[in-house]
């Protein structure tokens, strides 16, 4: 069994939590995004017990985690970043105690924080529409960066895809002629999704006009590049939603706002709640039922205000 004695390896991780990051990408397939998460929030943990004569990892009781959890109050972190890191204690102990690790999992009876419960931003139809506008009116100078910005926008908004998804997504990904988009979801899972018309357009004008002034030896099959020929990353993407948000005087919204936005344009359009769930990714049910929540909300405002007896 390990103890508080173990050394650290050069990036602050002790062998036992690179182990368990090992286990999770290899054994549960989960995104490199979320191990680094998990590793985070374990370092943090760490961090904690040593500072509070605890030892390692392997050392911490009941007490010690919510001592760490009570220190997070007091540091007021948000809950949904208690609720993580409770997931991420409980889910490592686990682990730890079905590998022989440690002699009992300490997470047992840890109480874990709920996150908050947060509607999701939602641009409505006609804000989403400005939006997109603004998107092609930008790219009408041939900006090459401004291509890419206009079929990304259009994109997130036609598929409903994660920011992230769409990063990885290669020219070859795409299907113009049967008009859908092969993406890569959490757990390396792919699923192919419908593209519309127009965000056919705004595609066919990027690989046509915008992509081959970006590309370089080095861009690989990357469907968006950035401006130096690399992959276009997350954070390009981000900064496009949010300037173009800015110029098309809508509320300021991040790529995910998109993704909840097609989820709720599409229930208001009719589609039944499984083929949402097929678009958006979701391993769950329950989570696509949010939207429910979302649309009712609208359909009691316009109500309020169209009813005479409201």
Same mark, same amino acid.
């Given at each position: 069994?390990?103890? *508080?004695?173990?050394?650290?390896?050069?990036? *602050?991780?002790?062998?036992?939590?690179?182990? %368990? /990051?090992?286990?999770?990408?290899?054994?549960? @397939?989960?995104?490199?995004?979320?191990?680094?998460?998990?590793?985070?929030?374990?370092?943090?943990?760490? @961090?904690?017990?040593?500072?509070?004569?605890?030892?390692?990892?392997?050392?911490?009781?009941?007490?010690?985690?919510? /001592?760490?959890?009570? $220190?997070?109050?007091?540091?007021?972190?948000?809950?949904?970043?208690?609720?993580?890191?409770?997931?991420? !204690?409980?889910? %490592?102990? !686990?682990?730890?105690?079905?590998?022989?690790?440690?002699?009992?999992?300490? =997470?047992?009876?840890?109480?874990?924080?709920?996150?908050? $419960?947060?509607?999701?931003?939602?641009?409505?139809?006609?804000?989403?529409?400005?939006?997109?506008?603004?998107?092609?009116?930008?790219?009408?100078?041939?900006?090459?960066?401004?291509?890419?910005?206009?079929?990304?926008?259009?994109?997130?908004?036609?598929?409903?895809?994660?920011?992230?998804?769409?990063?990885?997504?290669?020219?070859?990904?795409?299907?113009?002629?049967?008009?859908?988009?092969?993406?890569?979801?959490?757990?390396?899972?792919?699923?192919?999704?419908?593209?519309?018309?127009?965000?056919?357009?705004?595609?066919?004008?990027?690989?046509?006009?915008?992509?081959?002034?970006?590309?370089?030896?080095?861009? @690989?099959?990357?469907?968006?590049?950035?401006?130096? /020929?690399?992959? !276009?990353?997350?954070?390009?993407?981000?900064?496009?939603?949010?300037?173009?948000?800015?110029?098309?005087?809508?509320?300021?919204?991040?790529?995910?706002?998109?993704?909840?936005?097609?989820?709720?344009?599409?229930?208001? /359009?009719?589609?039944?709640?499984?083929?949402?769930?097929?678009?958006?990714?979701?391993?769950?049910?329950?989570?696509?039922?949010?939207?429910?929540?979302?649309? =009712?909300?609208?359909?009691?405002?316009? %109500?309020?205000?169209?009813?005479?007896?409201?």
């Amino acid at each position: 069994m390990q103890t *508080g004695a173990e050394v650290l390896t050069e990036r *602050g991780t002790t062998p036992v939590a690179a182990d %368990f /990051g090992t286990h999770l990408r290899a054994q549960r @397939g989960l995104s490199e995004n979320t191990v680094r998460a998990y590793l985070g929030d374990l370092a943090d943990l760490e @961090g904690y017990a040593r500072r509070h004569g605890l030892g390692g990892l392997t050392d911490v009781d009941i007490a010690g985690l919510r /001592g760490w959890l009570a $220190s997070m109050v007091a540091a007021d972190r948000s809950r949904a970043t208690m609720a993580r890191r409770s997931a991420a !204690a409980r889910t %490592f102990y !686990a682990w730890a105690a079905r590998t022989g690790r440690v002699a009992q999992d300490p =997470a047992l009876r840890l109480a874990g924080a709920r996150p908050a $419960s947060h509607l999701p931003t939602v641009l409505d139809q006609g804000a989403a529409a400005a939006l997109l506008d603004t998107a092609r009116t930008r790219a009408d100078d041939g900006d090459a960066v401004h291509l890419r910005d206009w079929a990304a926008l259009e994109l997130l908004y036609a598929t409903g895809v994660r920011v992230g998804e769409l990063c990885g997504a290669d020219v070859d990904d795409l299907d113009l002629a049967e008009r859908t988009l092969r993406v890569t979801g959490k757990g390396d899972k792919q699923r192919v999704v419908p593209v519309g018309e127009v965000a056919v357009e705004a595609v066919e004008a990027w690989l046509g006009r915008g992509r081959p002034v970006l590309a370089t030896d080095a861009s @690989g099959p990357a469907l968006l590049l950035g401006r130096r /020929g690399a992959r !276009a990353d997350q954070r390009q993407l981000r900064a496009a939603v949010h300037a173009v948000s800015r110029l098309a005087d809508v509320d300021d919204v991040a790529p995910h706002a998109l993704r909840h936005s097609v989820a709720t344009h599409l229930l208001e /359009g009719g589609s039944d709640l499984r083929s949402v769930q097929e678009v958006l990714g979701h391993a769950s049910l329950a989570t696509t039922q949010r939207y429910t929540h979302v649309t =009712a909300d609208r359909l009691r405002a316009s %109500f309020e205000q169209a009813h005479p007896r409201a």
